[in-house]
């Protein structure tokens, strides 16, 4: 069965900072990834996915993260960070075969402080 | 276009009762999935139905229910609920099966005490 770790149960920095959210996921033939947000007493709102073709995915509001295949990693970063994307970020895995759910890892809260 | 739309977005009910917790995907959406969200498990699956039929359950016990009606809102049950129920419950509705294109809802906040 599929798990996905995240490293970080939390991680502060300073606005304007670079940040790194780390995720590996188990070993399989084929995956897709995705990383969602959550802010407080919301529901989770995708931020970039990666189903097949360029391993750099990139979101609209500045997030990217890169598929390594050979490390089993999805890491989320962001070159400069706001006060707003303070927030729960998960990373999931599902099969890549059509009907599969998805499987989360545990979350990262990360915090900017100004 | 309207979202997933989750109703009652916060529920409290008493341990042995049973709950009700309706799903309304977006317009053209086939199938629909539950997850249950707590803090010390996290974001678990529960089921997905495509079509009025259950496709993929979860391993959740039997207390736990689902249905989807023809036009594609879809309810789960908990029946006996107990003080670990408490949780945010969370749906995803997408046009195929699979997550691939799942847009969730704001879930539902149900407090069993």
């Known amino acids: 069965a599929q798990s996905v770790t995240q490293l970080d149960s939390q991680v502060p920095v300073f606005e304007e900072a670079p940040v790194e959210l780390r995720c590996n996921y188990s070993?399989?033939?084929?995956?897709?990834l995705f990383w969602y947000v959550q802010y407080p007493n919301q529901g989770l709102q995708l931020l970039l996915k990666?189903?097949?073709?360029?391993?750099l995915v990139e979101s609209i509001n500045g997030f990217e993260a890169e598929f390594n295949k050979s490390q089993t990693s999805f890491h989320l970063r962001k070159p400069s960070v706001h006060i707003s994307d303070t927030a729960e970020y998960f990373c999931a895995v599902s099969d890549g075969g059509g009907s599969e759910k998805l499987v989360f890892g545990k979350g990262t809260k990360l915090t900017v402080n100004p | 276009k309207a979202g997933v739309t989750q109703t009652p977005r916060y529920l409290i009910k008493t341990r042995g009762q049973q709950v009700t917790l309706s799903c309304s995907p977006i317009?053209?959406?086939?199938?629909v999935s539950w997850y249950q969200q707590t803090p010390g498990q996290g974001l678990q699956f529960l089921f997905e139905y495509f079509s009025e039929t259950q496709r993929n359950k979860g391993n959740f016990p039997g207390r736990f229910s689902g249905r989807q009606f023809s036009n594609s809102r879809s309810e789960m049950n908990v029946s006996t609920l107990e003080l670990g129920d408490s949780a945010l419950y969370l749906c995803?509705?997408?046009?195929?099966?699979?997550?691939?294109?799942?847009?969730f809802g704001s879930g539902t906040r149900l407090t069993v005490v």
């Open positions: 317009s053209g959406h086939r199938s």
């Open positions: 070993s399989s033939v084929s995956v897709y």
């Open positions: 990666y189903l097949s073709g360029s391993t």
């Open positions: 995803a509705s997408s046009e195929k099966q699979g997550a691939a294109g799942y847009t």
